[in-house]
């Protein structure tokens, strides 16, 4: 197996963990999973009437990431929402390592999927 190929395989992986991550969380926000529900109501009672609209954003954002034609639009879509959830974690004063860590793994799922991206040309 060639390094390109290798990669690509573990970068398709990352890219569809964090996407089911992404729609399952979606989901879970939009059928009122009492858990997610708390938890926006701790973060911010003024989140939880956003919620079905953080619902929509998580499951676009992990569907646009896991299309190939679309990779760019949910990478991009993904790192806003995660830097949104760091965000409100971070004004709680809760852990906002778990997020953290999703951004770095999008990050390099991007890296190994198109590493031309990262390349400096002189």
């Not at 979606?26 to 911010?44: A, C, D, S």
């Not at 034609?69 to 830097?83: E, H, N, Q, S, Y």
């Not at 004004?91 to 990262?118: C, M, N």
């Amino acid at each position: 197996m060639n390094n390109q190929k290798t990669k690509n395989i573990i970068g398709n992986g990352i890219n569809y963990f964090i996407s089911t991550a992404l729609i399952i969380s979606g989901v879970l926000k939009l059928i009122g999973f009492k858990p997610y529900t708390e938890m926006i109501m701790e973060l911010n009672p003024n989140y939880f009437e956003f919620i079905y609209f953080l619902g929509v954003i998580a499951i676009v954002s992990g569907v646009l990431f896991i299309i190939p034609k679309t990779f760019t639009f949910g990478l991009i879509a993904t790192l806003v929402f995660l830097g949104g959830t760091i965000s409100a974690h971070m004004q709680h004063g809760d852990s906002f390592i778990p997020q953290i860590v999703f951004v770095l793994l999008t990050v390099l799922s991007a890296y190994l999927k198109r590493s031309e991206w990262f390349r400096m040309e002189k």
